[in-house]
């Protein structure tokens, strides 16, 4: 079977560091992506990490090791509007086309207090 | 440029009435499909299209139908409601098995 877990909540102070973590268990990977979705509104893309390591984007990065099934969502200088659930998403190979199809995580809800 | 719109944006439902989710996109993208978020669960994956005239099942697709006529549009019908389908539809997009753009969802209440 395939499995995500995220912590459920988080809450973090305003211009401080978070890290949101992912862990998963499946076959096939091809991928994975972090969405950000704030309540009552639609999944925003993030960012996507195939190989291991980390890509930048800003002051969201996100960091990936296959051999361990593990990835993470740093957020750096937090900001009020980051306050948010944030996805972790695999895409999975022969499942949904030539690329594969995307299964998801309960999502993190973060909180970013004053 | 709209990205993927869905129509209608709230729905009340009595159990066994029928209805269709209308999903467009004006990305130009092959790939289209039907989710479900409901608490504590996260999105699940109803039906998918990977071009025009295609579907194929996702995690969920037990009482529900789709169809793929246009490139630009993907239908998600509910022949029969229940209960159990009360939740969030949410339409999405991607050029091949890219990530995926979404649409602002539906919020559906079966009673």
């Known amino acids: 079977g395939q499995n995500i877990d995220q912590p459920t909540e988080m809450t973090a102070t305003e211009g401080a560091i978070v890290q949101i973590n992912c862990t998963y268990q499946t076959s096939g990977f091809n991928g994975l992506f972090w969405y950000q979705q704030h309540a009552g509104e639609a999944p925003t893309f993030l960012s996507y990490?195939?190989?291991?390591g980390l890509e930048e984007k800003g002051r969201f990065s996100s960091f990936l090791s296959r051999s361990k099934g593990y990835s993470y969502l740093l957020l750096k200088e937090l900001q009020m509007k980051d306050s948010a659930s944030y996805l972790c998403a695999v895409r999975i190979m022969n499942y949904g086309g030539s690329q594969g199809n995307l299964i998801f995580g309960k999502g993190t809800k973060l909180s970013v207090k004053p | 440029n709209a990205g993927v719109t869905q129509t209608p944006k709230f729905r009340v439902l009595k159990t066994g009435q029928s209805m269709t989710l209308l999903c467009a996109q004006d990305?130009?993208?092959?790939?289209m499909y039907w989710y479900r978020q409901d608490p504590g669960m996260g999105l699940r994956l109803i039906h998918y299209s990977v071009g025009e005239g295609t579907t194929a099942k996702g995690e969920v697709p037990d009482g529900y139908n789709v169809s793929r006529l246009k490139k630009q549009n993907f239908l998600l019908g509910l022949e029969s409601a229940a209960p159990s389908q009360t939740s969030v539809y949410f339409c999405?997009?991607?050029?091949?098995?890219?990530?995926?753009?979404f649409g602002p969802g539906t919020r559906l209440t079966v009673l």
């Open positions: 990305m130009n993208h092959e790939y």
């Open positions: 990490n195939v190989l291991d």
């Open positions: 999405a997009s991607s050029s091949s098995g890219g990530h995926r753009f």
